[in-house]
């Protein structure tokens, strides 16, 4: 039987998920930010005022977070990370991530990243959790384009 875990991330899980990230994961960092994702992932932990990693039978397979850009608001960037092994396991990301969006809803008023525009796979998961998807327009430090995303507490 699979075991899953949630517990606070470690440095060693942050190396993992890095070196073993989903290549669309890859693909949306290195479109955002560079090719940095271990600086990411642990810029990422500290910065954040929540924060977990998912272990399945004992390996580190996603890091997650809530950063809170400014103490003034009640908006949250939200973020997650995954390694290949998550799409073995697609019920229950599906199942804990609704569950999770609308727990953050409870606390926050609103949810929000951006997203790559051929980051296909991630926008039809994060429609389907609920996302209000924004035209794209230029983001990160190559300036590609990127859709804005979002989750409302009013929206639910």
């Known amino acids: 039987m699979t075991k899953y875990e949630f517990a606070i991330p470690t440095r060693a899980d942050a190396v993992y998920i890095a070196a073993n990230l989903k290549d669309n994961n890859r693909k949306e960092?290195?479109?955002?930010?560079?090719?940095?994702?271990?600086?990411?992932?642990?810029?990422?932990?500290?910065?954040?005022?929540?924060?977990?990693?998912?272990?399945?039978?004992?390996?580190?397979?996603?890091?997650?977070?809530?950063?809170?850009?400014?103490?003034?608001?009640?908006?949250?960037?939200?973020?997650?990370?995954?390694?290949?092994?998550?799409?073995?396991?697609?019920?229950?990301?599906?199942?804990?991530?609704?569950?999770?969006?609308?727990?953050?809803?409870?606390?926050?008023?609103?949810l929000y990243n951006w997203v790559n525009v051929g980051n296909d796979e991630i926008i039809r998961w994060l429609k389907w959790l609920g996302a209000k998807i924004h035209e794209p327009e230029p983001y990160g430090i190559y300036g590609l384009p990127h859709h804005f995303f979002e989750f409302r507490k009013d929206d639910e």
């Open 29 to 110: 960092l290195f479109c955002a930010i560079g090719n940095n994702a271990l600086d990411d992932i642990l810029g990422g932990i500290e910065h954040s005022v929540e924060v977990g990693c998912l272990r399945i039978d004992g390996v580190p397979a996603a890091v997650y977070g809530v950063r809170k850009p400014s103490i003034m608001s009640d908006d949250v960037r939200v973020w997650l990370l995954m390694t290949r092994e998550m799409d073995n396991h697609r019920v229950f990301v599906g199942r804990y991530t609704k569950k999770a969006v609308k727990g953050l809803l409870e606390r926050y008023s609103r």
